[in-house]
Antibody, heavy 121, light 108 residues
Framework: QVTLKESGPVLVKPTETLTLTCTVS??????????VIWIRQPPGKAPEWLAH???????SYSTSLRNRLTISMDTSKTQVVLTMINTDPVDTATYYC?????????????WGQGTLVTVSS | SYELTQPPSESVSPGQTARITCSGD??????AYWYQQKPGQAPVLVIY???ERPSGIPERFSGSSSGTTVTLTISGVQAEDEADYFC???????????FGGGTKLTVL
């Protein structure tokens, strides 16, 4: 059974760094074809791509956010970490991780439940 | 930046056919994907690669593509189909992931 689960802080203060972890099970990220993507969704708005990574360490970032994001995969290939620096209230959103089943094209067949992050002082 | 355009809302009576469109200049080159999202839940993939249906998705969900527009069709709509639907694709280079603004489907 494929599962992904996001974890991280519920509340961060503006300018702080946000670190989110996606823990996967039921599939292997050692499979070069598979990857993990981070997507966020502000309340009432559409999803927004943030970053994704494959086991060969191929990474890609949203053009608008690339200067603030870092994505990495742990050596056990069971966790993917997203770091966002210099947070702002506009970063308030539900953050999802999802599985990418093929190296290309990119689509997402299993999603985590999401974690709501509020950026506020 | 590249955009996918969806109507903000559609409404349909139970048993009728709902059609939700998504337009984008790169759609003739890039596949489209459709996700269903119910309140408080994560999105669920309902159509991939324009027309393919994942296992477990009812046959009443189908996808089609014509030029710069892709369409999600739900035949014989049921009350449980009331949800937000988002299309997703990539820009012409294939390197950037893009989501449409979403369509709220209301079952009357």
């Amino acid at each position: 059974q494929v599962t992904l689960k996001e974890s991280g802080p519920v509340l961060v203060k503006p300018t702080e760094t946000l670190t989110l972890t996606c823990t996967v099970s039921g599939f292997s990220l050692s499979n070069a074809k598979m990857g993990v993507i981070w997507i966020r969704q502000p309340p009432g708005k559409a999803p927004e791509w943030l970053a994704h990574i494959f086991s060969n360490d191929e990474k890609s970032y949203s053009t608008s956010l690339r200067n603030r994001l870092t994505i990495s995969m742990d050596t056990s290939k069971t966790q993917v970490v997203l770091t966002m620096i210099n947070t702002d209230p506009v970063d308030t959103a539900t953050y999802y991780c999802a599985r990418i089943p093929e190296q290309f094209p990119y689509y997402f067949d299993y999603w985590g439940q999401g974690t709501l992050v509020t950026v506020s002082s | 930046s590249y955009e996918l355009t969806q109507p903000p809302s559609e409404s349909v009576s139970p048993g009728q056919t709902a059609r939700i469109t998504c337009s984008g200049d790169a759609l003739p080159k890039q596949f489209a994907y459709w996700y269903q999202q119910k309140p408080g839940q994560a999105p669920v993939l309902v159509i991939y690669k324009d027309t393919e249906r994942p296992s477990g998705i009812p046959e009443r969900f189908s996808g089609s593509s014509s030029g710069t527009t892709v369409t999600l069709t739900i035949s014989g709509v049921q009350a449980e189909d009331e949800a937000d639907y988002f299309c997703q694709s990539a820009d012409s280079s294939g390197t950037s992931v893009v989501f449409g603004g979403g369509t709220k489907l209301t079952v009357l």
